[in-house]
């Protein structure tokens, strides 16, 4: 089979690792990619420029299109390969489903329909709205532009004036462009976060290896939300029996209410006897995904055909009410490295890195931010790459990657890299 994945961040080089060891594919490119993917299999395209992936599909006799982010899929990918090539394999959801991640306002709306557990919240769709809420609303509170913000549009607030500042500035100074014509006023939910992914074929669905990131750019949890430091999996937070009720009062409801296909990324909050979803995704989480697959036992590919219809559920173990992929014994833990200055924009620039020829057993990189020119692998973005290792001893994986980091010091310049030293204390 011949496969594209479209995306350039480490989840899609994670997908590329796990794709091109399935004895199933027999090419397999991705658009644009980043400096860890051989140049011969790199195509340099925008993910939602859908004529020119056309082109590629039709050009490259492409049979599967896997997508990475959640721009194109909410611009509607899915529904364009629909009607310009039926026979076209797309993993991800259809534009409407997905605006379950691209609409916070319309996900809130459809929880509150269904019943499902999240932080009670209002709509504001314009400044006199949000006043009116927030001068009667408890502290701390959130505040949430409605579209895709970049993983900026959420913010913590504890001081009243400081949210109505935050919504002037969405509304009035247009922060967030369109994506802050609306916002949720959201109340503050306490507990630890996890990521829980299902892929659905329309009707049902299979869980892969839990998992946890984390978003602050310090250790312990300080300084500013990132796209994520780090992750770990399984997220051990999450037990069997939360997986059985978040099947129950989650996924379910979002299966029957649209036919969902793809990935569905369920971020929930776990309180002490509380489970409440954060937010809902429609493709992979990065940096999750960087550990979740190493944690599969089995190829990846027969689920994706599945999602996409196309074959009979593939092997899978049946927990209670929940289906899951077969998972290894042990844990995978991701250290993310990232330009000195991330995640604010000014970060540094275009770092020239260096990584050893051969590296330890059970340790691999993955490649986000980077391109390779003229024989070199330079930064090109504010996450630059994962160092992942699996072992059946968290502590030993642990040590494993921070020995590796400290013996990558003696390549690179570290003055200008940034990384979290508690990432997987399990
Ligand atoms: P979201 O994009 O909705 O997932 O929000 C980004 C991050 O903000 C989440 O992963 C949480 O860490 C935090 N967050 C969002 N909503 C809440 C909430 N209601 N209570 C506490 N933290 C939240
Ligand atoms: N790890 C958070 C996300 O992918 O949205």
Same mark, same amino acid.
């Given at each position: ?17 796990k794709i091109?060891?399935?004895p199933?594919?027999?090419e397999?490119?991705i ?5 860890g ?23 490259k006799?492409?049979? =599967?299109?896997v ?8 611009a509607?990918?899915?529904?364009f390969?629909?009607e310009k ?20 306002v ?8 269904a019943? &499902? ?8 769709r ?10 009667n609303?408890?502290?701390p509170?959130?505040?949430?532009a409605?579209g895709?913000a970049?993983?900026?549009?959420v913010?913590i607030h ?10 002037s500035? &969405?509304?009035n ?9 609306s916002?949720l006023?959201?109340?503050?939910m306490q507990?630890k976060?996890?990521? =829980? ?9 299979i ?17 500013p939300n #990132?796209?994520g430091m ?8 999450? #037990?069997?029996e ?12 979002? =299966? ?14 776990i309180?002490?006897?509380t ?5 809902f ?7 999750e ?8 036992? #089995?190829?990846l ?5 599945w999602?996409?219809?196309k074959?009979?559920a593939?092997?899978?173990?049946k ?9 290894k014994p042990?844990?995978?833990?991701n250290v ?5 200055g ?7 620039k275009?770092?020239?890195l260096?990584f ?20 070199a ?5 504010g996450r630059?790459?994962?160092?992942v ?12 990657i ?13 003055s ?10 399990i």
């Amino acid at each position: 089979m011949r496969v594209l994945i479209l995306g350039s961040g480490g989840r899609e080089h994670a997908l590329f690792l796990k794709i091109s060891a399935s004895p199933l594919v027999k090419e397999l490119y991705i658009a644009p990619g980043n400096g860890g993917i051989p140049e011969n299999q790199k195509i340099e395209l925008d993910v939602c420029d859908f004529n020119s992936i056309l082109k590629v599909i039709i050009d490259k006799k492409i049979e =599967l299109l896997v997508v990475g982010p959640e721009m194109p899929l909410a611009a509607g990918i899915k529904n364009f390969f629909k009607e310009k090539i039926p026979a076209l394999l797309v993993f991800g959801p259809d534009q409407h489903s997905a605006r379950l991640e691209a609409s916070k306002v319309f996900s809130y709306e459809f929880m509150e329909k269904a019943n &499902i557990p999240t932080a009670k919240s209002h709509v504001a769709r314009n400044l006199i709205e949000a006043e009116a809420v927030i001068k009667n609303h408890s502290l701390p509170l959130v505040i949430k532009a409605d579209g895709l913000a970049s993983g900026k549009g959420v913010s913590i607030h504890h001081d009243t004036k400081e949210a109505l500042d935050k919504c002037s500035e &969405i509304f009035n100074d247009k922060i967030f462009g369109s994506s802050g014509d609306s916002i949720l006023i959201q109340e503050f939910m306490q507990g630890k976060e996890a990521s =829980l992914f299902a892929i659905c074929n329309g009707k049902e669905a299979i869980y892969l290896p839990t998992a946890c990131d984390y978003k602050r750019v310090y250790d312990h949890g300080q300084g500013p939300n #990132t796209g994520g430091m780090g992750s770990f999996s399984p997220g051990n937070i999450l #037990t069997q029996e939360h997986i059985e009720k978040a099947h129950t009062l989650i996924v379910e409801k979002v =299966l029957r209410e649209f036919n969902y296909t793809g990935i569905l990324y369920t971020g929930l909050m776990i309180g002490d006897n509380t489970m409440n979803v954060v937010e809902f995704n429609c493709r992979l989480g990065d940096p999750e995904t960087q550990c979740v697959l190493p944690m599969m036992e #089995t190829d990846l590919i027969p689920y994706i055909l599945w999602s996409c219809g196309k074959e009979n559920a593939p092997f899978r173990i049946k927990n209670n009410e929940t289906y899951s992929v077969p998972t290894k014994p042990g844990y995978c833990i991701n250290v993310v490295l990232t330009a000195a200055g991330y995640p604010s924009s000014d970060y540094v620039k275009n770092i020239s890195l260096k990584f050893p020829d051969e590296l330890p057993e059970n340790l691999h990189m993955v490649h986000a931010g980077t391109k390779f020119t003229n024989g070199a692998v330079v930064s090109h973005g504010g996450r630059i790459a994962s160092v992942v290792v699996y072992d059946k001893n968290p502590n030993i994986a642990r040590d494993k990657i921070y020995n590796f980091i400290d013996s990558l010091k003696k390549l690179n310049d570290f003055s200008n890299l940034h990384y979290r030293l508690d990432i997987g204390q399990i």
